[in-house]
């Protein structure tokens, strides 16, 4: 999609003023959107709805990184990256995506100036969020609240019950227990697709011919335990190979067998796209 933006939360703050063109008014909805996944389903589609219905510009309100990825020490990483979560946004068919970059100062902003800042920098005339929404300075606007305020803002506003998986709410924080302990099939059905890990954000060395690795470090995904993995290896070009990959204690190691890793070419990892996990070995 050629017309699809990204926009930071300081361009909106210091525009002081609409950043799109007069006359367009645009429909969102607010929150992390890590993955985004099955709990996201529904609130998502009110929006392209509503913005395909009244003619409006549909987007996302999101941040670069989970909030609680610097507010919780035991936090156990992303479920997806920013440039997995920006493509899946931009297939669903929004059109733009404003970014925020969560820090202390950011965080004392009390819930109504944050919207009022939307209502001016964007025309916002159509909000949905969860039905346990919460935002602002300690978290002291909510879904009920929004539903009160937005006649006297002039916006619509719809809240959407959270979603079940059987005994499970799904969320995030589900798909990063499960991935965690391995268990991929049940982080599909959470995620309405397979759980993928980026390639793209790591700095892969070549340890030998068959063999490449990436230190831990620089990893801010969900990992499972320490083990080996079964894995579907995808390049940009849509081509696929199994390998295994090594989870250690202080790197990855992706392993093809010699005849895989000759077809899909390890000298050249610019081409390579993501990581699906199979199941543990």
């Known amino acids: 999609m050629d017309d699809f ?77 920013l440039r997995l979560r920006l493509k899946k946004f931009q297939e669903l068919g929004f059109h733009f995506i404003v970014l925020i970059d969560f820090s202390a100062g950011f965080a004392k902003i009390e819930g109504t100036a944050f919207f009022d800042i939307l209502i001016k920098t964007i025309r916002m005339k159509y909000l949905a969020v969860g039905s346990d929404f919460l935002c602002g300075y300690r978290r002291g606007l909510g879904a009920a609240d929004l539903k009160k305020i937005a006649p006297q803002k002039g916006f619509c506003f719809d809240s959407i019950d959270p979603m079940n998986h059987g005994p499970v709410k799904v969320s995030s924080s589900a798909i990063r227990e499960a991935v965690g302990l391995g268990d991929f099939s049940l982080a599909k059905d959470l995620l309405g697709y397979p759980f993928l890990f980026d390639f793209v954000s790591l700095p892969w060395e070549v340890k030998d011919k068959n063999n490449i690795f990436a230190p831990k470090a620089y990893i801010s995904q969900i990992l499972p335990q320490s083990g080996k993995y079964r894995v579907l290896v995808r390049k940009v070009d849509g081509k696929e190979q199994e390998a295994h990959l090594f989870v250690n204690a202080d790197c990855i190691l992706l392993s093809f067998t010699e005849e895989a890793a000759k077809a899909f070419d390890l000298k050249n990892l610019n081409n390579f796209d993501t990581i699906e996990f199979i199941c543990k070995e």
């Open 5 to 81: 933006r990204i926009i930071s939360w300081d361009e909106l703050v210091e525009s002081g003023s609409c950043v799109f063109p007069e006359g367009k008014e645009t429909a969102i909805s607010v929150g992390g959107f890590d993955g985004p996944h099955k709990g996201h389903d529904e609130l998502l589609r009110r929006v392209l709805d509503y913005a395909s219905q009244k003619a409006l510009i549909p987007g996302l309100v999101t941040f670069f990184r989970s909030p609680a990825a610097s507010k919780n020490k035991a936090y156990a990483g992303d479920v997806s990256s």
